[in-house]
């Protein structure tokens, strides 16, 4: 019995790896939606979309059933509870990659002025790694994973109030839509990398039954 808990619980994992998975080439083909304004790859992000979504319902049904048939305790029920959890973040990763593609290609002249490319460049690229070392952590999860990906947040933090306080300036010169569309693709940016750490936080509670310490706490699902 305990030996079918424990590859129930394995396949749990697999899931939330295949998860993050998704949610990590959501956000590339985002990154080529908006960086390289590839149409084409808005297509491609929309089926594994669905595949995340499907995924999540999966990995909640799976959890739920070893919760009613199993009653798991100490160790295994965090790992149960912490999986529900990553779940529906790892969604919300997914949903924010949407979300800057369709922003991305809702009015590609307007979407960030040229000046701005190299911040936005750096944020794409810096986010698109927190969230593949994230799925080297759910694979293995470490002590250090959780902090290490805490610190490239506060970089993406840093880059996100930078590209704020410059749309915020009296002397804004690209007019308003490319402001609304820098504060749109920013939040959504840095949205994600919230939601990288707050499931590397529940990954690290897993291992090791606290919760570590972070400006970013566990991130809401909504923006």
Same mark, same amino acid.
């Given at each position: 019995?305990?030996?079918? &808990? ?18 990590? %080439? ?18 491609? /992000? ?49 949903? /924010? ?10 009015? #590609? ?6 000046? /701005?490319?190299?911040? &936005?460049?750096?944020? =794409? ?10 799925? =080297?952590?759910?694979?293995? #999860? ?27 300036? #009296? ?33 690290? &509670?897993?291992?090791?039954? %606290? ?13």
């Amino acid at each position: 019995m305990r030996e079918r &808990f424990h590859g129930q619980l394995s396949v749990l994992g697999e899931l939330l790896s295949t998860m993050c998975g998704m949610a990590c %080439e959501e956000l590339r083909l985002a990154n080529r939606v908006f960086l390289d304004r590839d149409v084409e790859a808005a297509t491609e /992000l929309a089926t594994i979309e669905a595949k995340l979504n499907a995924a999540r319902t999966e990995c909640e049904e799976t959890a739920q059933k070893l919760l009613a048939l199993q009653a798991p305790v100490a160790g295994d029920l965090r790992t149960v509870l912490a999986a529900v959890y990553c779940a529906d973040r790892l969604e919300r990763m997914g949903d /924010l990659a949407q979300h800057i593609a369709d922003q991305a290609a809702r009015a #590609p002249e307007f979407a960030v002025p040229d000046a /701005l490319a190299g911040r &936005f460049g750096e944020m =794409a690229g810096l986010v698109c790694s927190m969230a593949e070392d994230l799925g =080297a952590a759910i694979e293995g #999860p470490t002590a250090e994973a959780f902090h290490s990906l805490a610190r490239s947040d506060e970089r993406v933090d840093a880059l996100y109030e930078e590209l704020m306080t410059l749309v915020t300036e #009296p002397d804004w010169a690209h007019g308003v839509a490319p402001a609304i569309s820098v504060a749109l693709l920013a939040r959504f940016y840095e949205r994600f990398a919230d939601q990288v750490v707050s499931v590397a936080r529940r990954v690290d &509670f897993a291992l090791t039954g %606290e919760l570590p310490e972070s400006s970013v706490r566990d991130a809401p699902a909504e923006l």
